[in-house]
């Protein structure tokens, strides 16, 4: 069914078809039948699936990255498609709109997307208030957050302060993005000196929240994918020192090799198939300088369960899908952990925990 309601969608600009798909959301959440209907066909229930890490409990490793929720207000709609956990956002302190259109593109040949949105959203008080408002889904739920355009770099932190002052009570784990090529100036705050401050004052911050709620809130890092190897042991020791609780590999790239359309001379970040070996190899350096010591979430190009599989074997503890999505479908959560099971039950591997890394072994 999807094969023909994509065929209408990529007639449409891909931010228009993306702002009628979140008005559908909308309007099946509004609908508890139908929310529950598409829970059911969605949701695959398997315990081999099943994995706990910072005391939360995921049904399943593939959730749904940050970019597609970017408001936070259509997060139960889809956690009715299936996914094991959902991330919101980025979420700025202040509101604001982002770059000027057009700032997406779909590369269909090369089965990818070109976004330079910029982080536009409502901004976090207006996020807090769709959380007040709308029904809490019984599976995690991220918040991405961000800085705004016009603040400084050597004021950043505060940024990530103010959105997760506003935000804690709201979000199961927070992610620090430092990395979206979209934000100019962002991807700076990886280099040593800046990350050192930086994770310094937010996890300050986290703390005196999780005294302040008696409930301390897991702090993951977002990292680029263009970095050198150099770059990923520096930053990932600099994480590992301050105590962040977790990685999420990898952002969206600026790279275009091997790309065939003629869109790929657009500027903005990468994502889908093209990013899936570079993700992969990330997690697999990222696993290594952390030897399990925090779980990571891989991300980049996943659309199959083979493209989940090889990255939970990298290292990845849990994986996140988005551009997949627009390709497959919505169906995309229950096909992946399906295809999942089955090599499982190929491979003999009895929990989805006992996959994690098993290529270093």
Excluded at 96 to 106: E, I, V
Excluded at 151 to 156: K, L, R, S, V, Y
Aim: proline share 6%.
């Amino acid at each position: 069914m999807y094969r023909s309601l994509r065929r209408l969608l990529f007639q449409m600009d891909p931010e228009q078809a993306h702002e009628w798909t979140i008005r559908s959301l909308k309007w099946m959440q509004a609908n508890p039948w139908i929310k529950n209907s598409f829970q059911r066909q969605m949701t695959v229930n398997d315990p081999r699936l099943h994995t706990t890490y910072w005391g939360l409990s995921f049904p399943n490793p593939v959730g749904l990255a940050a970019g597609f929720d970017k408001h936070a207000n259509v997060y139960p709609g889809l956690a009715a498609l299936g996914f094991g956990y959902v991330e919101v956002g980025t979420l700025t302190p202040q509101p604001q709109s982002g770059n000027p259109k057009p700032r997406l593109f779909r590369l269909l040949p090369d089965q990818a997307v070109i976004n330079r949105m910029g982080f536009n959203n409502d901004g976090a008080e207006a996020a807090k208030a769709s959380f007040t408002r709308l029904p809490r889904p019984s599976i995690p739920i991220g918040i991405n957050l961000g800085k705004n355009k016009d603040t400084p770099n050597d004021e950043a932190a505060e940024d990530y302060r103010k959105g997760l002052n506003e935000l804690y009570s709201c979000g199961d784990y927070f992610v620090i993005n430092i990395s979206s090529p979209n934000t100019k100036g962002l991807r700076d705050l990886q280099h040593a000196a800046s990350l050192n401050s930086l994770l310094a004052a937010i996890l300050e911050k986290r703390d005196e929240l999780a005294k302040k709620y008696e409930q301390k809130r897991p702090i993951l890092l977002k990292i680029a994918p263009d970095l050198e190897n150099e770059e990923v042991e520096e930053i990932v020791t600099i994480a590992l020192e301050k105590g962040i609780d977790g990685i999420i590999a990898t952002n969206t790239t600026i790279s275009r090799e091997g790309l065939s359309s003629p869109l790929q001379k657009e500027t903005g970040g990468l994502s889908g198939r093209p990013l899936v070996n570079r993700s992969t190899a990330m997690i697999r350096r990222i696993y290594k300088i952390t030897r399990g010591r925090v779980p990571i979430i891989g991300v980049g190009g996943i659309f199959t369960g083979q493209d989940a599989y090889d990255k939970i074997r990298a290292g990845a503890n849990l994986i996140q899908v988005y551009t997949g999505m627009i390709y497959r479908g919505p169906s995309i959560a229950k096909w992946i952990n399906q295809e999942l099971l089955e090599l499982m039950n190929r491979d003999q591997v009895s929990s989805i925990s006992d996959l994690v890394g098993l290529d270093h072994q």
